[in-house]
């Protein structure tokens, strides 16, 4: 096979996507060509760096003349395409065994979908990596993992705000809630949500994958809330009005310098007792006024 990459930038991505996916690209990566980290997206919004690094992956007989010469005009500069061989092989099975068991708190683990070591000890979950939007790898879902194995939710309503591949969701069900909301705006994720749920076991009496505009109206006992600071921030009127009196917030995706200003919008509903932090991410845990 045929590895092709070019340089680019915000303005011409997508005529040079375009380009390789018409000259017979398999697959496009993205990857940032000058560490710009990108930060804080809008909801709804698929962020990229100002400058890109595209790399398509094309069968070994394609011919590569054309799409150079379609590349150059698109990018209109002098940066050539860098074109190496790469051996075939099963990208979707590499990345699963790439993907090792992970442990949270002292019951739960994720394990990948071919993980064949059972313990009876503890709570696995087990999820694909090529489907899953989040696999417990990150520090702030593993914030949430660590805190729903500390105050498992035993025969709680929980609302999974944000659920990417439903792993909050599935491991609060687990340990033993009784009934779990999960919603995304990306209907990726609430597909991911749904074959991950189903992968453990997890039926649509107990699990409802829905977007926001479809969120029946209903009183959590937990809602937990794993994205990043603006959204949190947009979202606390709508939070409130989804958790009981006495009912537990759980907000992730928050960096210590973002704690005042968060804690400060939800003051009016909730009190906020105590926080956790995992390589400068923070989790707030509050109580619904």
Same mark, same amino acid.
């Given at each position: ?27 496009? &990566? ?9 930060? *804080? ?93 989040? &696999? ?6 593993? #914030? ?102 006495? +009912? ?6 928050? #960096? ?14 909730? *009190? ?6 995992? *390589? ?5 845990? +509050?109580?619904?006024?």
């Amino acid at each position: 096979m045929l590895q092709i990459s070019i340089t680019t930038d915000r303005a011409h991505l997508d005529r040079v996507e375009e380009a390789l996916l018409e000259h017979g690209a398999l697959s496009i &990566t993205l990857r940032d060509a000058a560490d710009d980290p990108v930060l *804080e997206p809008l909801p709804g919004e698929t962020p990229v760096w100002p400058r890109i690094i595209v790399t398509g992956l094309f069968s070994a007989g394609v011919e590569t003349e054309p799409l150079r010469h379609a590349l150059h005009a698109i990018a209109n500069e002098n940066c050539g395409c860098d074109i190496k061989s790469v051996a075939e092989r099963d990208w979707a099975r590499a990345c699963l065994n790439d993907f090792k068991p992970l442990r949270f708190g002292t019951r739960l683990r994720i394990l990948p979908t071919t993980y064949d070591e059972p313990d009876g000890t503890k709570i696995d979950i087990r999820l694909d990596a090529g489907l899953a939007f989040g &696999t417990g790898t990150h520090p702030t879902t593993a #914030l949430c993992l660590e805190w729903l194995d500390a105050n498992p939710p035993v025969n709680a309503r929980i609302i999974d705000y944000g659920c990417g591949s439903g792993i909050l969701a599935i491991a609060a069900l687990k340990l033993g809630a009784r009934r779990a909301l999960a919603v995304d705006i990306d209907p990726q994720a609430l597909l991911a949500t749904r074959a991950n749920a189903a992968r453990n076991g997890i039926g649509s009496e107990q699990m409802l994958a829905c977007h926001p505009s479809d969120l029946p109206c209903t009183l959590a006992d937990l809602l937990l809330a794993n994205i990043l600071a603006r959204p949190l921030i947009e979202l606390a009127k709508d939070f409130a009005s989804c958790v009981k009196s006495g +009912g537990k917030l759980v907000l992730s995706g928050l #960096l210590q310098g973002q704690i005042d200003e968060s804690s400060a919008v939800y003051a009016p509903w909730f *009190e906020f007792c105590r926080t956790r932090e995992k *390589e400068g991410w923070v989790l707030l845990e +509050g109580t619904r006024r």
